[in-house]
């Protein structure tokens, strides 16, 4: 079975901190993605990654950034965190040419 | 880009009834629409998928139905049981293209024992 875990399952941070959220996938997928899910606006790709050191933006990029130095780990930063983004973050993986994500668990960020 | 649309919100059915759910997309070019379950406490989980050369697909309890000419697709889940209360997400994408996919904004359906 895929497995794609994230580093935490609950994160509480401050305004202003830089935040680090991991995903790590077990299957060799070369594909890597993050979302935030906001009740009533369902999933909203925020980057991806096609290969290691290979990213793009996805819909709502902005206050994010990402890296991805082994194929296996792809990481979402939050430079300095705000309330808004207060969300579930979800990572998922894929192999390339394929269609079928296989999402991690989330990790729930509240920002005070 | 991709728009897709869901309905409803919230869903509640009595066990053993039917449960359909209806998404619309705007790209004529997708050709690719699964859905997604998501249980509380986990990550979306696929539960079956359609491709725009067909137009319904069956596996077990759940079947999904497309129109390519109208723009929409529908989850239909027979026969409800209490464990298929989640969060229902549909999605669409180019297969070939950038693989990614664009979400409905989810249904939450309830299960009445």
């Known amino acids: 079975d895929v497995k794609v875990t994230q580093s935490s399952r609950y994160l509480v941070k401050r305004t202003g901190e830089k935040v680090f959220l991991e995903c790590v996938q077990d299957?060799?997928?070369?594909?890597m993605f993050w979302y935030r899910q906001d009740p009533g606006l369902g999933l909203r790709l925020i980057y991806f990654s096609y290969d290691v050191k290979m990213k793009e933006k996805g819909d709502i990029p902005e206050g994010y950034s990402v890296s991805r130095e082994k194929k296996e780990r792809f990481s979402l930063i939050l430079e300095s965190a705000s309330t808004n983004q207060t969300s579930m973050y979800l990572c998922a993986s894929s192999l390339p040419g394929a269609d079928t994500q296989y999402f991690g668990p989330g990790t729930r960020l509240t920002v005070l | 880009g991709e728009n897709v649309e869901q309905h409803p919100s919230t869903l509640s059915v009595q066990e053993g009834d039917s449960a359909v759910i209806k998404c619309t997309y705007s790209?004529?070019?997708?050709?690719?629409f699964p859905w997604y379950k998501q249980e509380l406490g986990k990550g979306p989980q696929l539960i079956i998928d359609?491709?725009?050369?067909?137009g319904e697909k069956k596996d077990q309890r759940i079947a999904v139905t497309l129109n390519k000419t109208a723009k929409h697709f529908s989850l239909h889940i027979t026969e409800t049981q209490p464990e298929d209360s989640a969060v229902y997400f549909c999605a669409a994408s180019n297969w070939g293209g950038a693989n990614n996919l664009f979400f409905g904004t989810g249904t939450r359906l309830t299960v009445i024992p």
């Open positions: 790209d004529s070019a997708s050709n690719y």
């Open positions: 299957m060799d997928h070369e594909n």
């Open positions: 359609i491709r725009s050369n067909v």
